[in-house]
């Protein structure tokens, strides 16, 4: 009975190497965004955030990429430790992926310490032959 049942999930689970690749790509990217946070790279974040890029953010405001760049750039907003966990990718097709996860940081915000929880969702599309972030949204894990 516990082999009929768990067949199907694993056959759910099964991806083509296409999505395989396009996986990889994303949590590639996700680790790249990571990256540019945590050394203030506003060129390496602007690589990667689409130029129609809209983030709803843990505290319910809506930011641009010009806004998320200009920030990192003008070192308003300087994290200090940025860890993902429990990292999803869900592959649409062969233009459309959406990862999900867990992600703990700290840091300031115009000089004031910060440090928070949040679970986020962020869609990629593959434009023009490259993959960019075009939406984002985080929500506060609250114990």
Not at 103 to 130: D, S
């Amino acid at each position: 009975m516990l082999t009929t049942f768990l067949f199907p999930l694993v056959m759910l689970a099964a991806q083509t190497p296409a999505q395989d690749s396009i996986t990889h790509m994303v949590l590639t990217l996700e680790a790249q965004r990571r990256a540019a946070h945590l050394s203030g790279n506003a060129d390496q974040l602007a690589s990667i955030l689409a130029d129609d890029f809209v983030d709803i953010g843990a505290n319910g405001g809506r930011r641009t990429k010009q806004q998320n760049v200009e920030e990192t750039r003008a070192h308003v907003i300087q994290w200090t430790t940025l860890v993902a966990t429990n990292e999803r990718v869900q592959v649409f097709d062969s233009t459309t992926a959406v990862v999900t996860g867990e992600q703990e940081g700290a840091g300031t915000y115009n000089g004031q310490p910060f440090g928070r929880k949040t679970r986020y969702i962020r869609v990629y599309l593959k434009r023009r032959g490259h993959w960019q972030n075009v939406a984002a949204q985080s929500a506060l894990i609250t114990p």
